[in-house]
Nanobody, 115 residues
Framework: QVQLAESGGGLVQPGGSLRLSCAASGSIFTANSMGWSRQAPGKQRELVAHLTRTGTKTYADSVKGRFTISRTIANDTLFLQMTKTNPDDTAIYYC?????????WGQGTQVTVSS
């Protein structure tokens, strides 16, 4: 079993930066893939960034060039660096891990982009 806990959300002004963290309770070194998704009010959850075990990174078109996904060398913490934010980035952000045939999700952290 893996438990994930996000942190780092909050209020940021348009154009500002924020770094989200996702700490795993156990080792996620063997995870096939991991990433971040978000859900805005009244919208479906969408994939924001994806990182495979081999290090391949993919991003939603809406965040390319602005967000960066990364992990610690020990692979037990996942990050999402957000830059050049805009109001459309307002959402609850969830980290997730896919390993041993199961998907694990965190509880989410609220990000609000507003002046």
């Amino acid at each position: 079993q893996v438990q994930l806990a996000e942190s780092g959300g909050g209020l940021v002004q348009p154009g500002g930066s924020l770094r989200l963290s996702c700490a795993a309770s156990g080792s996620i070194f063997t995870a096939n893939s991991m990433g971040w998704s978000r859900q805005a009010p009244g919208k479906q959850r969408e994939l924001v960034a994806h990182l495979t075990r081999t290090g391949t990174k993919t991003y939603a078109d809406s965040v390319k060039g602005r967000f960066t996904i990364s992990r610690t060398i020990a692979n037990d913490t996942l990050f999402l660096q957000m830059t050049k934010t805009n109001p459309d980035d307002t959402a609850i952000y969830y980290c997730w891990v896919f390993m041993q045939g199961s998907n694990y999700w965190g509880q989410g952290t609220q990000v609000t982009v507003s002046s």
